[in-house]
Nanobody, 117 residues
């Protein structure tokens, strides 16, 4: 699986961004797709995931109610819609993939999200 993330940028506090992650190289039916973020000097932290086959989703507490993960089956793309962004959301965001039953172990390149207050 190859993952190509995009959509990061600079946004004012309270604004919105949508991240995209295009997947290629394999059928995703046996995969979960996810988003993580990383603050400078910190380990990556989970943000959200979606099971490709069912569309079932899961979120970190920090994302619940503000972020929405979704997928486009035709485009093999997963999205992260982020609303009501705050300075604490400033981070490098990564998309990731894992097979059912495994840990996330396939990573795309990061896309920077910067929220100005």
């Amino acid at each position: 699986v190859q993952l190509q993330a995009s959509g990061g940028g600079l946004v004012q506090a309270g604004g919105s961004l949508r991240l995209s992650c295009a997947a290629s190289g394999v059928s995703l039916n046996d995969y979960f797709m996810g988003w993580f973020r990383q603050y400078p000097g910190k380990v990556r932290e989970f943000v959200a995931q979606i099971q490709w086959s069912s569309g079932n989703t899961g979120y970190a507490d920090s994302a619940m109610g503000r972020f929405t993960i979704s997928r486009d089956l035709a485009r093999n793309t997963v999205y992260l819609q982020m609303n009501n962004l705050g300075s604490w959301d400033t981070a490098l965001y990564f998309c990731a993939a894992r097979r059912v039953g495994e840990q996330f172990n396939i990573w795309g390149q990061g896309t920077q999200v910067t929220v100005s207050s």
